[in-house]
Nanobody, 113 residues
């Protein structure tokens, strides 16, 4: 059974940084493209970063230049580095493996002074 476990969320001031981690069990993440999504209260879940098996990354304009997705295949983990955080980045962040139709449980990120 595939499981994804996010960590690294928390409360951060505007302009600050956080690094989220998504650790996998029951599968080898290097075989799959991976993504990070977020969902703010009252809003739909939205894609914030995607990485292919070859390491090609894509981002929406809302986070481009501030967020970086990466993967460490040796650790079976995907990361999301978030810099220059804004209050509008506040949401629950989820990692997702489309090929296995599997979501993590989510980690809360709150950007507030």
């Amino acid at each position: 059974q595939v499981q994804l476990m996010e960590s690294g969320g928390g409360l951060v001031q505007p302009g600050g940084s956080l690094r989220l981690s998504c650790a996998a069990s029951g599968t080898v993440l290097s075989m799959y493209a991976m993504a990070w999504y977020r969902q703010a209260p009252g809003k739909e879940r939205e894609l914030v970063a995607h990485i292919t098996t070859g390491g090609t990354t894509t981002y929406p304009d809302s986070v481009k230049g501030r967020f970086t997705i990466s993967r460490d295949n040796a650790k079976n983990t995907v990361y999301l580095q978030m810099n220059s955080l804004k209050p509008e980045d506040t949401a629950v962040y989820y990692c997702y493996c489309n090929s296995r139709r599997t979501w993590g449980q989510g980690t809360q990120v709150t950007v507030s002074s």
